[in-house]
């Protein structure tokens, strides 16, 4: 067994109690606990506390700590930490760069997760219709403007009850009811946040 998340430490960052959607979501996952994969999950475990208290590195450094725990991987032949790796969609709102997703995405494959790229500021029907398609096991999502909150509301409340909301960006700083108000499952503050939700919650 796993020590859980200090409850200090979860108080640190936007934490969102998870809907019962993203409950479904756990009882449907089987966690491969062999040697290496257990590793694998400490490993992921301590870096997403290290920076979580210490604040992210720079972009340079967890872009290396990736590409080592790539490496490592590779060399032992792990492919992540689930029997069938849960899927994943990943798409902005407003976030013409992604610059965020990119990290989110390379840790995500890392644990296991395998993600589709929908593309960057896509319309909410859109990322809706393709939720609905495909129902994935999380939707990655970037905000970045206050004016956006229609169209993620719209999102919060009408993907399938199997699909888990992460949602990232700016505009869950400047408005902090922004979350709650959208049916968000989790507000991943940075890539630290986002492997920890899914270490403690899905693992």
Not at 111 to 139: E, W, Y
Not at 145 to 168: H, M, N, W, Y
């Amino acid at each position: 067994m796993f020590a859980k998340p200090n409850k200090e430490l979860m108080s640190n960052f936007f934490y969102i109690q998870c809907s019962q959607r993203c409950g479904r979501i756990q009882a449907l996952l089987t966690v491969v606990m062999n040697k290496m994969e257990q590793r694998l999950r400490v490993q992921l475990l301590h870096l997403s506390r290290q920076w979580i208290e210490h604040g992210l590195p720079s972009r340079e450094k967890v872009t290396r700590a990736a590409a080592d725990l790539e490496q490592w991987k590779h060399r032992r032949q792990v492919q992540g930490l689930w029997l069938e790796p849960p899927r994943m969609i990943t798409t902005t709102l407003d976030d013409g760069l992604g610059l965020g997703l990119i990290l989110i995405e390379r840790f995500a494959g890392i644990m296991g997760i395998s993600f589709d790229r929908m593309g960057l500021v896509q319309k909410p029907k859109a990322i809706v219709a393709r939720c609905q398609t495909d129902v994935p096991d999380f939707l990655g999502l970037t905000v970045l403007q206050l004016d956006s909150d229609d169209a993620l509301e719209f999102v919060g409340r009408s993907l399938p009850e199997k699909t888990c909301l992460i949602a990232g960006g700016t505009a869950f700083r400047l408005d902090p009811e922004l979350a709650v108000r959208c049916r968000v499952d989790f507000v991943a503050k940075n890539v630290a946040h986002f492997i920890h939700f899914i270490l403690d919650r899905f693992t």
